[in-house]
């Protein structure tokens, strides 16, 4: 097991256009989390599933935004009709109930640019 | 509400030197864990180190270490020995619970660019 996997590392698009980010967890874990993480700023908490449930959302996560992680294995984030405002590093986490103070262990993340 | 706090947008440090990077929280639980995670130009968040708001010492772990200071509500980073590929963005953070899911989420300051100089 290499560690969380994101893909693609870099997306480009241009604004209203829309788009779908993926995460692979290590296999074992069975929590993921979404975060994102502006120019200058330290990731923000977006979303969190336990498994395949979608147990948790921040107010930071609007009607564009969606994400799924069916089966409780890979999870996808999809942003439509995107906006300037979206452009960030889209961070993907994952853990294994009870070890976090082990550490989260984070993918190397999906800079999205909108142009 | 969870707060973090880094007051050092930059740091820039001679090679082989030791270095402080500076973190304050603010929190109202009792229990809380402070964690410190290194994030190179690639873009990864590497997991540092960890310090529980009850651990009666200092957390260490190789060249890191955390000084807890629990009245000052302070968690600094110390980096011994410096390198030059300790230069990288580096920020502390705080686990908040995620009520009612028995998870928590992390919740990180703004972040230190430091910076070794050979």
């Known amino acids: 097991d290499t560690g969380v996997s994101q893909d693609p590392r870099h997306k480009i698009t241009k604004r209203g256009q829309n788009v779908t980010f993926r995460c692979d967890p290590i296999?074992?874990?069975?929590?993921l989390y979404w975060y994102r993480q502006t120019l200058g700023q330290g990731p923000e908490f977006l979303t969190y599933?336990?498994?395949?449930?979608?147990?948790?959302k921040s107010r930071l996560l609007s009607d564009r935004f969606s994400a799924e992680r069916p089966k409780g294995s890979f999870s996808t984030l999809e942003i439509q009709r995107t906006e300037q405002g979206d452009s960030a590093m889209y961070l993907c986490?994952?853990?294994?109930?009870?070890?976090?103070?082990?550490?989260?262990?984070f993918g190397s993340g999906t800079r999205l640019t909108v142009v | 509400a969870q707060k973090i706090t880094q007051t050092q947008p930059g740091m820039f440090v001679q090679e082989k030197e030791a270095v402080t990077l500076d973190c304050t929280y603010d929190?109202?639980?009792?229990?809380?864990?402070l964690f410190w995670y290194k994030q190179p130009s690639s873009g990864e968040m590497i997991f540092l180190i960890y310090?529980?708001?009850?651990?009666?010492q200092n957390a260490t772990e190789g060249r890191y270490s955390l000084n807890f200071q629990k009245a000052r509500k302070s968690a600094n980073l110390v980096i011994s020995a410096s390198q030059l590929g300790d230069s990288a963005m580096y920020f502390c953070?705080?686990?908040?619970?995620?009520?009612?899911?028995?998870?928590?989420?992390?919740?990180f300051g703004q972040g230190t660019r430091l910076t070794i100089n050979p």
């Open positions: 310090q529980g708001s009850y651990d009666q």
């Open positions: 986490a994952s853990s294994l109930r009870g070890t976090e103070d082990y550490g989260y262990t």
């Open positions: 929190t109202s639980d009792p229990s809380y864990g």
């Open positions: 296999s074992e874990h069975n929590r």
């Open positions: 599933f336990q498994n395949e449930a979608q147990l948790e």
């Open positions: 953070a705080m686990r908040d619970l995620l009520l009612g899911q028995g998870a928590q989420k992390l919740v």
